[in-house]
């Protein structure tokens, strides 16, 4: 008999194998594309120049087609829980961030506490979708830094801080540099932009991956994840948006 069979005679294997797996869930966690928060600075460019430079940079990319299910899926706005309209006053977000963990476990107490443990105030993102792996396959976590209206800490890096204090960050559990979120991390992700877009007045082009940020030297989203932004949710939220001004 050797000791992994005794161990896992006693249970202790299973447990050990837990805690492992959640340490590495942990630490990649950390690594994988959260930045530390800055200081904020209020003196800004205007919002047209950011805008324009990042519409030329969206569609100068991926311009060849794919196809996706469920492409023109309706997405229904009622029942918008409490808890995503803060009673604190408004900051003026322009941007809305958006981010894959990276990893297949996640959920906003696990982030809350990877970032704390790094030193960070509290959990970087403003928003996390969960994916069935640490909470309920498209529950949409809202952190305790939008409750405040708290600048972001989930994009650093870039000029003036730019995306940290003015963009909104939320975070799909998950690695997406292959596959896309699960069918409900994605309608609940389009109900929130929705929402968030029209109580803001973030246009569609201001809907971004992490990557788009000018000087984010990372993957995120994940490539295939950002391949259906470009291609299919930006073109719907589009849409989606119109309507709504036309009804
Ligand atoms: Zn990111």
Redesign the pocket.
């Known amino acids: 008999m050797n000791d992994s069979v005794s161990i896992n005679r006693t249970g202790l294997f299973p447990r050990i194998q837990l805690s492992l797996w959640i340490s590495f869930a942990l630490s990649v966690t950390v690594i ?3 930045e530390k928060p800055k200081i904020v600075i209020s003196n800004l460019p205007t919002f047209s120049i950011l805008q324009k430079e990042n519409v030329s940079r969206h569609h100068s990319r991926y311009t060849h087609p794919i196809r996706y299910q469920n492409h023109h899926e309706h997405i229904s706005m009622g029942d918008i829980p409490p808890s995503w309209i803060p009673a604190s006053p408004p900051r003026p977000w322009r941007w809305i961030v958006i ?2 963990s990276a990893t297949e476990f996640g959920s906003a107490r696990l982030f809350d506490r990877a970032h704390r443990a790094r030193g960070w105030d509290e959990m970087g993102y403003h928003f996390v979708i969960d994916n069935g792996h640490g909470g309920r396959d498209g529950k949409v976590e809202v952190g305790s830094r939008w409750v405040k209206q708290k600048w972001g800490a ?2 650093g890096g870039t000029p003036n801080n730019e995306y940290n204090n003015y963009g909104i960050g939320i ?1 799909l559990v998950g690695n997406f540099s292959k596959k896309l979120p699960s069918a409900r991390q994605l309608r609940s992700l389009k109900k929130l932009l929705i929402f968030l877009m029209q109580r803001y007045h973030i246009p569609p082009s201001n809907v971004i991956g ?1 990557r788009d940020a000018p000087g984010a030297r ?1 993957a ?2 994940g490539n295939a994840f950002y391949r259906y932004l470009n291609n299919v949710l930006r073109p719907e939220l589009s849409r989606q948006i119109l309507l709504v001004k036309n009804r």
């Open positions: 994988g594309c959260q981010h894959h989930h994009c975070c992490h990372t995120c989203p």
